[in-house]
């Protein structure tokens, strides 16, 4: 059963453009797996974003941790449908611990696209801003066009958060490509948060 | 277990050491026999300390925190760390990221849950096959050294290491 909604599907390529245009703050990114940190990456480098290869699911998880080390700084999980859906609990989580200074942006396009489209969850029955307002996350809404991506992006950035931003994403394939170094993009990241230094 | 003053204090060396390194994030699944060490984290101001709904969450936020300058540990039960395979190879081997963990051992030495027993066979293997650098803390008088130790060399070598807490330590589960 399809259900009723009233949110456009956009673009993926358009809305992580319109996200890092938005950062101001050298913002933290955690890129999901997949389609979601090649979308980041494609979107453009920055030295504070971190590219997940593998550890499906484990986007929030990552940023959560990030934002409780860094409370000053701002931290942004972009993740797809399909790895949320794996892991839920961390919503509550989440929640629960309240950070104000992390926002989630879920792509959801209803599908493994990654592997051959197959359907998530979301595209009969699940929605994950109601799951994630059931998890506790009370600043949580579905992004209605662009411009009321970038409405709520704005207001979610400037805090307190938690926040929760859903997208809903046609079915196309990234541009782009991270490159599969994971001790490399590790060492960049922490270079580019001010954890570690070059030699 | 708990009128042995022995198994009953082995948090203690535990949390010394853990301070001695600069670790004050204290992520967990809870389990009966950590329960001394997580009343004591809550209680300590230095810490900051909560329950993750999953082990691997867990390690995901210990990771993230690390990455952000802040030191961590994962607190589980053998079962937990069971699910773990995954994440430990493809974050926090491949990425090369401190994680501490600490794991309450269940199943042997008095078990009497099959499923236990079981899974407890799988966790020094795995541990092993991803040259994860583990410990089994036995005896009060070693402890503070070993998770010091194992700590320091996690954040020297830039590489996740285990503390496996033996039954004979804690006394372990009270056979049901």
């Known amino acids: ?199 | 277990m708990s009128d042995n003053p022995q198994r009953s204090a082995w948090h203690e060396p535990v949390i010394r050491a853990l301070k001695a390194n600069g670790v004050r994030l204290v992520v967990y699944v809870p389990d009966n026999v950590l329960r001394p060490l997580l009343g004591a984290v809550a209680a300590d101001p230095h810490f900051t300390s909560f329950a993750a709904a999953r082990e691997e969450e867990a390690v995901g936020i210990v990771a993230g925190a690390c990455m952000g300058g802040m030191r961590g540990i994962v607190l589980m039960q053998t079962s937990g760390f069971a699910t773990l395979a995954n994440v430990l190879a493809s974050l926090v081997v491949a990425c090369q990221i401190p994680v501490l963990l600490m794991i309450s051992e269940r199943g042997t030495l008095g078990e009497f849950n099959p499923g236990q027993a079981l899974v407890c066979r799988t966790m020094r293997p795995v541990l092993d096959s991803l040259a994860i650098e583990h410990h089994t803390l036995t005896r009060l008088h070693e402890t503070e050294f070993m998770v010091d130790r194992a700590a320091r060399q996690a954040f020297q070598t830039q590489m996740p290491a285990a503390l496996i807490l033996s039954p004979m330590l804690t006394g372990g589960k009270p056979s049901g």
């Open chain 1, 1 to 199: 059963m399809a259900m009723l909604r009233n949110t456009k599907i956009m673009d993926r390529a358009d809305l992580a453009g319109r996200l890092i245009a938005r950062l101001r703050h050298d913002e933290a990114v955690i890129g999901g797996i997949g389609y979601a940190n090649f979308d980041v990456f494609g979107a453009g480098h920055r030295p504070q974003n971190f590219y997940m290869l593998g550890s499906m699911g484990l986007a929030v998880p990552i940023a959560l941790g990030l934002a409780l080390a860094q409370p000053q700084r701002g931290v942004v999980a972009v993740e797809g449908d399909g790895s949320l859906l794996m892991q839920l609990g961390s919503l509550a989580t989440v929640a629960s611990v309240a950070p104000a200074n992390l926002t989630i942006v879920v792509l959801d396009n209803a599908a493994y696209q990654i592997t051959g489209g197959q359907p998530t969850a979301t595209a009969s029955a699940a929605d994950l801003v109601e799951i994630a307002r059931g998890a506790g996350l009370v600043k949580s809404a579905w992004a209605a066009d662009e411009s009321d991506f970038e409405r709520l992006l704005v207001e979610a950035l400037a805090g307190p958060g938690p926040s929760l931003i859903g997208t809903r994403i046609a079915p196309s394939a990234p541009q782009r490509q991270t490159p599969r170094e994971p001790a490399r993009i590790k060492d960049a990241f922490m270079l580019g948060l001010g954890t570690k230094s070059p030699f």
